[in-house]
Every structure is written in structure tokens, then in C-alpha cells.
């Protein structure tokens, strides 16, 4: 790097100027004032050093540039970058906050509407219900109210009704204007008022066309320690924020009878709760949230009330949280101040909304030091700019880049057609030192041996003959034809990945009433995994006549194969025992996948499945002396009856996979197993290959898949099995028995 440095005249400038510096710096220590002179000895230094390093940083760059671009692929990426990728991002967040700040708008319309609709609910209850009192003579008053809440109740839960005197004329407002007597309780009440203490009067500043509004009053969060009630009777200025007083809403109407001076007022609440938040959703697809919060204004608190903290009646913010993924904005909603009267206040409700109708109109409400939408639309338009802007560089950089690509793949059409023609003369120009002029390279020196691709091609197809009469060697060695044994039913298939593969599986008749069951799986594919199958079926013919347990079995087998396999290679088995007359199933497993197993119908319902994976480890691994082995491998016994079904399997059919690298499972194969398994044996394996197939779709298949089932039949009548080879491909296909492709 020293070396290269000093090389290049920019490079001697940095390294004399960086000199320069260092010594003018040592001097300013050493005499503290230097002369003019080393000060423009100082300046001239800065100027080289920074002329050197803009050298570099422009050499550097181009060299990144060479190392960066040289392959296609790269270039391709970038090209998909800057034309497709980046303005699909900027094009969905553009629209993305387009549609958040229009339906952010148009849902908080609606819950405005929403709440002008309930107080002109109430306040249409309240009024027919001041009628209803006057034409009963102010008798019954008790009753009445009563009747008219449990009829609002089954609407409004919560809903609630008092009756307050009134002493005063409605031509006059104010308290000069009270009698002496002014009640101190109202005068009939209905509902459970548990939100807020009833009025026990019509305050001040209410003429007799009454009242509708929204009051907003205050619930202590702590275990009933403190509770803050609505704007409706205390002139506390406080909000108690450090007691966790979280704001609640209700809507409150008053009307009076038809009198120039009534005697009493009708005042119906209605306390937006749970009930009406969920009213609210259905009819205009906004979720309230939480807690409404008070902006710029406080409420005043009540005196305490004798309730628990968190009344299932009100609004909590733990009602609908995490129950939608919708976006999150706020309905601005203005409030009365019930002791004087003042108006607003705006109380910030949160909600949630989803995308609904877009209607003709919409609109946002705009309140003192509420930006909300205003921020969205700013950010909504600098992101289309910053979009624009971003679109024509793209433009100019992908022109660029694909000039560049589409350039040399021109010659090299040209050059195949020629070759195409038969003139293996034609060379390609080369003109770049990068990928492409590489490839043109190749180009070249392809045409120039033709002839030896030639003999390659046919090297290959003899290759695939070879390949393809392994494939009938292999399977050769798999069963041939139905294991015929009363009792049991018997279907199996396999399918290799390549041309020849690393699954086995067997049928092992031992006596009259015993067989042997096996699966294998050795790791890998192609000839390798084929040669250690074909060593497997012989090792385990010989052993099945010695040793009667399967854990013995895979023991002896461990210790017999570890010799032979390659240390990257290993071989994972499943062995079964099926003993008809005991009416049992022995087996061990030596870390194969698991084996499902499901029992016999009990009347109608389906049995579950069972997915069984005793411990076991893998044969061939060359740990120690098969100790580890036998002391992890572990041998079951599972009881038979008459319509048990056990399903025997590779990691080919649990991790097939479709487009999406999703695997098919072991859940899914047994829930399938589950739902047919009262079906025959054979059915059942063309149900679960059915489903594969249409899981996997178009995706290449990456492994051995390999299966058996067993289905236990009528276990009466015993004879000896008859294993049978049919050598006829279309009789196997007829039979549906244990078919090795």
C-alpha cells in the first residue's frame, strides 16, 4: 500500500502534505506564533492533501464500479433496483398513506355522525317522556321513567333516567331566579346510574328548549381508592393525571314539558360504553380503542362513587386491544362543561377503522393544534417528489445499464445464429473486460470445439442408459409383488428423486405368523446412496433370520455398517415385528422419522392419529463402538386389532415441498391418515399422494419418497404368508399391492 502510494504523484502530495502539516503543527507547539510564511506553507499542504485524496476517492469508486458491475447478475439486480423495486416501494407508500390520511378522515366523520345521532336519540327520549309525564297529571311519574329505561336499556345498556324539579320560568335563566325551596334530590329516577351521582337540578344556564350534548366525565383507575366523576356536578379544576384517572364520555339530553313554567325536567343518559362502542363499529366500521384524552381542558372531577374499578359498563382500552390490525387515528369530539354550560373542549377518542364504502363525501375535522391530517398530507407529497425524482434517475440509470447488457447479448444472437447455420468460424468482438466479455470468450472457444460437445452430448446419453438400467436394478431389489398374509393388508410405494436413490423398504416373512416390516432411508441420492442401499438388503436379509427383536436387529446392524460407510454418510431405519397370533407390533427406530399410527374406529368418529418417535440414533456414525447406540435405541410394542393402520415413511413425503419451500408435515400427513383411515390400505396411499402432488404443485421433487401402510384386517383365521414376486409391471398395477414406483 506504502509502495503504491509513492508510486503516483497524488499520492507523493498527500504523503509531502500530510509532512508539512505535521511539522507546521509542531512548530505552532514548540514557538507558539509562526511567521505568515508557514501559515501559507500550511495552506498550500491542505490543498494537496485534498487534490491526492479526491484522486483516490475518484480511482476508488471506479475500481468499486469495475468490481461491483463485472457480473450480469449484479447488474440485472441493480437494474431491478433502481427501475422496478425502489418506485413499487415509493408507488405503495404513496397510495398507503393516501388511503390512511382518506379513511383516517372519512371514519372520524362518521363516528361524529354516530354521536349526533345518539344525542338526538336522547334527546327525542327525553321529550316524549316529559310528554308522557304531563298527560299522566305528574302521576305514576316512578312508573313511568321505569318503563321507559328497561325499554332503552335492551338498545343502551347503562342507559338511565332522573326526574328533577324545576323552580324557576323559562323565560328566565340565573339563580336569582330560584325559589327558596330548591330540592336537593331529583324527583324520581330509573336505570343504575353508575356512571355519575343523578342531576338533582336543571342548572342556570338551561332554557326551557332543553339540552343534548356530550359531557365527559372521569373514572379513578385504582382499586376504588379515588373515583373522578363527569363535568356534571363538581367545580374541582383538576384532572388527578398522577391518581390514573382515565376520561369517559356520555350523551345527556334534558327537555321540559309543554308549560311556560314546568315543574320538573326529564334528563336520560346514555354512557358510552362497551354496548355503543360496539354499535358504533357496526355502523360505521370504526373501533373505539381506549380512553377518551381531553385536549386543552380539563374536567372536573365528581365526588366519589360507591362502584368497582374497571365496571364492565364502561369503555375500557383493554375491550378491543390487539383485536384488529387496522390503522389507528382519532375522532375529535366536542363536549358541554354540565355546570356552566361552556362548550369546546374536545375529548381525542382512539379507534381503529377499516376500509368500508367510499362515499360521495368526505371530511376531516380541523381542531385548535390538531395536525394529524395535516402531517399525512405533508408527508403524502413529499414522498410523491421524493418519488418523481427518484423515478428519473432510476430511468437514466436502467437505460444506462441496459445499453450496456443488451449490446453484447446482440453479438452473441448474432454469433449463434451464425452458428446455428453451420459457420463455426465467426468470432465475437470483445470489447469489455467484464462478465459479458468473458462469455464471448467462451463463445468463441465453444465454436472453435464443436465437435468435442459433440462427443460430450453422447458420452451423456450413454451415461443415462446406464443410469437408467441402475434404476431397474434398484428396483429390482425392492418387493415385487402383494406380501400375502390374512390378516394383514400391505401396500407400499416408492419414487427415487434421481434415476436411483437411497430409500429400501422390505417385507421379511419370518414363520407362519410373524413378518418383518422395514423402511430405510440412507443419507444422499444418485449411485453412492443406491450401492449402500443394495449392501442394506442383504445385510438385513441375513440378520432377520437370526435375530427375532428388532432393537437386537439394528443393533447388530449398527455395529456391521459402521465398517463399510464413509464418514459423511449415515442410514436411519425403521424395523417392525408383526406378530399375528399375539396380535402385536414390535419395533424400533434408529433415528428415522416418526411412524403414525391409527387405531381402529370406535362407531362413527374418526381416532386420532399417532405420531410415535421412540429414541434412537442413526446407523453408521462412527462415535465409538455402538455403545451410544445401544444405549439410546429404544423398542416398543404397540397391541393390534382389526382396523389399526400404521404408516411407515421417508422424509421425502413429510418434507415435500411446494413453491414456497413450505413443507407438506408430519401434522398434515397425519390429520390425512386420520380422516381416511378407515378406508383400505391402498385407497389411502393414492389419498395421500393425491394430496402431495397437489401441495407440491410444479415444485421439482428433492428426495426419496418412500411409503408403507399396514392395515389390519380380520385376525380370525391364521396361515402362512406367501410372499410372491410378479414380475408382470401391469399385473403390480392391477393388484395395488406393494408397488415399487
Known sequence: MKRALLRTLPGRAIVIGLTIKVAVQLLR????????????????????????????VVRGMAFLKRRLLWRVRRKLIISYIFIGFVPAILIVAFFLLGGVLLFSNFSSYLVQMRFRALTERASSVASTTAVEIQRAGGRDMAAIVSRREAALA???????????????????????????????????????????????????????????????????DENGSRAASDSAGSDAPDIAASFGVNTHALVRAMAFPESRQPEYAVVVDLVINDSVTQQVRRDTGAELTGMLRLVGANVPRLPPLLRRRNDPDETTAAASAGSSLAPVSYAHLEYFDWTTGDRGGVLRAPMRFGVGEIYQRISSPSFSGQNFGRNLFLLLVVIGVLFLIIQGAALVTGLALARSITGAVHELFDGTERVRQGDFTHKIAVVEQDQLG?????????????????????????????????????????????????????????????????????????????????????????????????????????????????????????????KHLDARSFITMTYAVIDLHARI????????????????????????????????LVLGLKLDEGQMFERILEEETIPLRTGDLCLFFTDGISEAMDAGDDCFGEERLGRLVEEHGHLPA??????????????????????????????????GVQHAPQYTINTSAAALRMSGQATPS
Not at 687 to 699: H, N, P, Q, S
Request: aromatic share 6%; glycine share 8%.
Open 585 to 616: 407390533m414390535t419395533y424400533a427406530r434408529a433415528g428415522h422419522t416418526p411412524l403414525i399410527y391409527v387405531p381402529a374406529r370406535n362407531g362413527d368418529a374418526p381416532s386420532a392419529a399417532q405420531i410415535l418417535a421412540p429414541d434412537g
Open 682 to 715: 391402498d385407497q389411502v396411499r393414492e389419498r395421500v399422494l393425491r394430496e402431495i402432488a397437489a401441495f407440491v404443485g410444479d415444485a421439482p421433487q428433492h428426495d426419496d419418497m418412500t411409503m408403507i401402510l399396514l392395515k389390519v384386517e380380520d385376525l
Open 438 to 562: 468473458e462469455l464471448s470468450e467462451s463463445f468463441n472457444s465453444m465454436t472453435a470445439s464443436i465437435e468435442d460437445l459433440l462427443i460430450q452430448a453422447a458420452e451423456k446419453k450413454r451415461l443415462e442408459e446406464e443410469l437408467r438400467i441402475a434404476h431397474e436394478i434398484q428396483m429390482s431389489l425392492l418387493p415385487q409383488g402383494p406380501l400375502r398374509m390374512p390378516g394383514l393388508s400391505v401396500t407400499a410405494l416408492c419414487v427415487p428423486a434421481r434415476e436411483v436413490g437411497g430409500d429400501y423398504y422390505d417385507f421379511l416373512p419370518l414363520d407362519d405368523h410373524r413378518v418383518g416390516v422395514l423402511i430405510a432411508d440412507v443419507s444422499g441420492k444418485g449411485t453412492s446412496a443406491a450401492l449402500y442401499m443394495a449392501e442394506l438388503k442383504g445385510l438385513i436379509l441375513s440378520l432377520s433370520r437370526i435375530h427375532s427383536s428388532p432393537r437386537e436387529l439394528l443393533i447388530m446392524a449398527n455395529r456391521i455398517i459402521a
Open 29 to 56: 507547539l514548540a514557538a507558539g506564533v509562526v511567521p505568515a510564511a508557514v501559515d501559507v506553507f500550511d495552506t498550500v499542504a491542505s490543498i494537496a492533501v485534498l487534490v491526492g485524496g479526491g484522486y483516490f
Open 154 to 220: 335492551s338498545e343502551f345498556p347503562g342507559a338511565s333516567f332522573a326526574v328533577v324539579p324545576m323552580n324557576r320560568p323559562c323565560a328566565t335563566a340565573g339563580a336569582a331566579a330560584r325559589s327558596a325551596g330548591a330540592s336537593a334530590s331529583p324527583m324520581a329516577t330509573a336505570g343504575a346510574w353508575s356512571h355519575v351521582d343523578p342531576p338533582t337540578d336543571v342548572p342556570d344556564w338551561i332554557t326551557c328548549e332543553g339540552f343534548a350534548g356530550l359531557l365527559a366525565y372521569e373514572r379513578e
